[in-house]
């Protein structure tokens, strides 16, 4: 059973969400868990149309506390509240445009567990990284940090930054090769992301260690998502 995880960024209207959810329920999903990220202002609608089905739902980030003088952020208490069971911590475009380092991922992860959510956790090294061939030194240094003191299941989503939204797959053999190195280190479940498509996904599920898929793009089409959730 493979972790079918789609990240919805800051994409679609309240109305528009619903219909996705609701057509993404419609599919059987036995096969595999599968979680939407809906923006927080849709959370409580999806939470409705998801009401009885086997599709779950996830905030994209939270803060590390549960309540407090923190304008414009989200505690893991109120998304636990929705219905939410995962969270998405350390996406590269928090750690980009919001300057989240390690420490602060793993305080939100930390955060995340104690309130009953399992957080997806992200690493990935920039491309000047791996040009350098620092990328295993880089996502064990990530990683090393960002799971610290993390006691119960969490997922790691291996997510190459310069594969985000570029429609640049990292290739299987550096698939392969990364999260055979993060095996070394983590028994979690791990997740690829990084322009994963309804061209790409097969291969990518079949390479071992790969437990699933973050998917930003392709999970915004129901027809693109829709094959990927049901392989
Ligand atoms: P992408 O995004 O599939 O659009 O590359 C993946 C992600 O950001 O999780």
């Keep these: 059973m493979k972790l079918i995880a789609g990240n919805w960024k800051m994409n679609l209207s309240l109305s528009q969400s619903e219909q996705l959810a609701k057509k993404i329920s419609e599919y059987d999903n036995r096969n595999n868990i599968i979680v939407v990220f809906p923006p927080f202002t849709h959370l409580a609608g999806i939470s ?17 506390e549960n309540k407090g003088a923190f304008t414009g952020d989200i505690s893991p208490v109120m998304v636990r509240e929705l219905g939410c069971r995962y969270v998405i911590v350390g996406h590269s475009e928090r750690r980009n445009y919001h300057f989240e380092s390690d420490e602060i991922i793993n305080k939100k992860a930390v955060a995340a567990l104690s309130s009953n959510l399992i957080p997806i956790i992200c690493v990935g090294e920039k491309l000047e ?24 299941e969490y997922v790691i989503a291996y997510e190459p930054v310069w594969a985000i939204g570029t429609g640049k797959t990292a290739t299987s053999s550096e698939i392969s090769e990364m999260h055979e190195f993060i095996r070394t280190l983590d028994k979690n479940k791990i997740l690829y992301g990084g322009s994963v498509n309804e061209k790409n996904y097969q291969e990518i599920l079949n390479i071992q260690n790969v437990d699933g898929l973050l998917i930003g793009g392709a999970s915004l089409e129901i027809e693109k998502f829709s094959r990927i959730m049901n392989f």
Excluded: P, S, W
Excluded at 48 to 64: K, S, V
């Design 48 to 64: 409705e149309t998801l009401r009885n089905t086997n599709i779950l739902y996830g905030a994209q980030d939270c803060h590390y």
């Design 129 to 152: 990284e791996r040009e350098a061939k620092k990328h295993k030194e880089i996502v064990e240094k990530q990683i090393n940090i960002v799971t610290r003191n993390l006691d119960r």
